[in-house]
């Protein structure tokens, strides 16, 4: 079964063969705010967010990530302590509250016949 990508973009710069792109027009209504919940209703496996600009932008795109679904997304920021501060200045802190942090940890273990290296997940 092929996954479906979708991707909303200001402007879609380069045409990829396989993925729904969607670009951004505020003129008609078309801007990342409204696109994403319709995009959202087609269960998408990956979702592209060309730039969160706006609190409802980032609110839509932490709700589709939290629903399961894959979501990348590009936020200007100089380092990643400010993209966190930017998301919180964004409006998002109470969404952030109830959703499980997992860090995944790659831990080597001693064997007899040497060692390997076995994946652990840490809930916070």
Not at 102 to 124: A, D, H, K, W
């Amino acid at each position: 079964m092929q996954k479906t990508r979708d991707t909303i973009e200001d402007p879609v710069e380069y045409r990829l063969k396989g993925i729904n792109q969607i670009e951004v027009k505020p003129a008609i209504g078309l801007d990342f705010k409204t696109i994403l919940p319709s995009i959202l209703r087609q269960d998408p496996d990956v979702i592209l967010i060309g730039e969160i600009r706006d609190e409802e932008t980032a609110k839509v795109a932490i709700d589709a990530a939290l629903t399961g679904h894959l979501v990348f997304a590009t936020l200007h920021t100089n380092d990643a302590v400010s993209t966190i501060i930017r998301l919180l200045n964004l409006g998002i802190k109470g969404q952030t509250k109830h959703h499980r942090q997992e860090c995944l940890c790659y831990t080597f273990c001693p064997l007899m016949s040497g060692i390997r290296g076995v994946e652990n997940i840490q809930q916070n």
